[in-house]
């Protein structure tokens, strides 16, 4: 009953968008443009070229790894039989501030997994409180694990995730594991679907450089629709650009909420020194520390260190989605912040490490990170000026563009394994702007961090003219180069 009533209201959500596409359509006048208005097209066509090159590039990179290369390279791996197990497993846990409920499944996947796996496991959970020792302790005894099977606390003060994923990394070399060793870091609110760790672990062995690889996500919401389905998008889009980018080995991030690292990886002191401590020296903003984006360090350390990186799409995980507001504006604004945030504090240096070590598509894609927050309201603009200075009908032209573009974007999306709703072509919109706005505003404060889970930002000591310098120097860039922007598609419209 409750998957009937479910797919009426999908369908009556596909017929009510399209009803709107063919109500736009039919307002439009006969004669669209006028002489005046050939700049335009130009404008609109040119930056879209880029724009939906860049999408349609990644799209087929992706499809191609999930659908030809990817089987044949499992293939290759059921081939290898025995040989591709790994001497140990050990599955680390960071747990903060999550509710009882969420806890229990998390933990209750983790040690299903290590008794379902086969291999010599140690659980390491890296706790703050208490009460969350004891509820594993709990499911622990319930579940009677075999001997092989091992369990490890390691309990921190509540400075942070990095702080708590260093202790874990720092307590797993002292268990002195060998090179045939694998880690798998789990956050809080990840459940692990059933045989993750069997099918992640076999890739180490195929690809000899290959230092970290995470997995597909799917989520349970705690929220609204509008926010359930936000997140469900985000999932499907990453799972396309991650099988983009797995084609080259170049996962752009390890995943804090499940990726899995060789033992030497993890036990390096380099590698727990860039995710416990990571900095960046900003030529204005002068060096800050990072309170976020232990994924990002990871991957940037592995980059570093010489190793490549690589994407499980049939490894599955779910995560439990806690929005850090109720209202869906206030939630998507922070966690696009946060995110962002994440991404452009590592972008500038990641490009530094040049195109013999990231290879060429890797290094387009990065710097399409830094250009697409202005490609992104390229259109918008244009279209806001155009309708100004000639006429409404570019405007209601430019909302129809956008309509059927992101209803085939939608309906590319559901190719990837993940479903598709008829609020996805607005959300996708949504990302678009707002998401570019958002990342303005954060590529001219990047110093600037929170956690949404919890209420920690990043304090720094500085002197009153430094943080006076800081703030008005970030405001004056941030409008600067907006009116900048503005100004430069005036002229050409």
């Known amino acids: 009953m409750h998957r009937l009533r479910h797919g009426l209201l999908q369908a009556a959500g596909w017929l009510f968008y399209l009803s709107l596409l063919m109500a736009l359509a039919l307002a439009l006048p006969s004669t669209l443009f006028d002489s005046q208005s050939k ?228 036990t390096n002191p380099e590698f727990i020194r860039d995710v416990e401590s990571d900095s960046l020296q900003h030529w204005r903003l002068g060096k800050f520390r990072f309170l976020t984006g232990d994924d990002k360090s990871s991957w940037f350390s592995l980059m570093r260190l010489g190793y490549d990186t690589f994407y499980v799409p049939d490894a599955a995980i779910n995560t439990v989605e806690h929005p850090p507001e109720k209202s869906f504006l206030k939630a998507s604004r922070k966690l696009m912040f946060r995110w962002y945030g994440n991404n452009l504090r590592q972008n500038s240096r990641a490009l530094g490490l040049g195109v013999n070590r990231l290879g060429l598509f890797t290094s387009v894609v990065l710097l399409d990170q830094r250009i697409s927050m202005w490609t992104s309201l390229f259109g918008l603009t244009v279209a806001l000026l155009a309708s100004l200075k000639f006429d409404i009908t570019y405007l209601m032209v430019y909302l129809l563009w956008i309509g059927i573009t992101r209803l085939i974007l939608t309906l590319l999306l559901s190719l990837s394994g993940h479903s598709v709703g008829p609020i996805y072509p607005l959300i996708l919109y949504y990302n678009q702007i707002v998401g570019a706005l958002v990342k303005i505003y954060v590529f001219f404060r990047l110093d600037r961090q929170s956690w949404t889970r919890q209420p920690t930002a990043l304090k720094r000591d500085l002197a009153s003219f430094q943080q006076w310098f800081n703030t008005w120097s970030s405001r004056t860039m941030t409008f600067s180069a907006a009116s900048i922007f503005v100004a430069v598609l005036t002229q050409l419209v």
């Open 39 to 266: 700049d335009f097209i130009f404008l609109i066509g040119a930056v879209g070229i880029w724009r939906y090159s860049m999408g349609l590039t990644h799209f087929l990179r992706g499809m191609l790894f999930l659908y030809v290369v990817y089987p044949h390279l499992r293939r290759k791996v059921r081939r290898m039989g025995r040989a591709a197990d790994p001497s140990q497993v050990f599955l680390m846990v960071t747990s903060f501030r999550i509710d009882a409920l969420t806890t229990a499944q998390v933990y209750g996947s983790v040690i299903r997994e290590a008794i379902e796996c086969g291999f010599p496991t140690t659980i390491v959970c890296s706790l703050v409180e208490m009460s969350d020792e004891l509820l594993v302790k709990a499911l622990w005894h319930k579940a009677n694990p075999p001997a092989r099977v091992q369990l490890d606390f390691v309990r921190i003060a509540g400075t942070g995730k990095r702080d708590g994923l260093a202790f874990g990394f720092r307590a797993i070399s002292r268990h002195l594991p060998d090179s045939d060793a694998v880690v798998a870091v789990i956050d809080g609110d990840t459940v692990l679907e059933p045989g993750t760790v069997r099918k992640t672990v076999p890739w180490f062995k195929l690809f000899d450089n290959v230092g970290g690889l995470t997995t597909n996500e799917f989520c349970e919401v705690r929220g609204g629709y509008l926010m359930s389905e936000w997140h469900k998008l985000r999932f499907a889009q990453r799972h396309i650009n991650m099988c983009s980018m797995a084609l080259s080995r170049r996962v752009l991030t390890m995943t804090g909420r499940m990726s899995m690292f060789r033992a030497e990886v993890v």
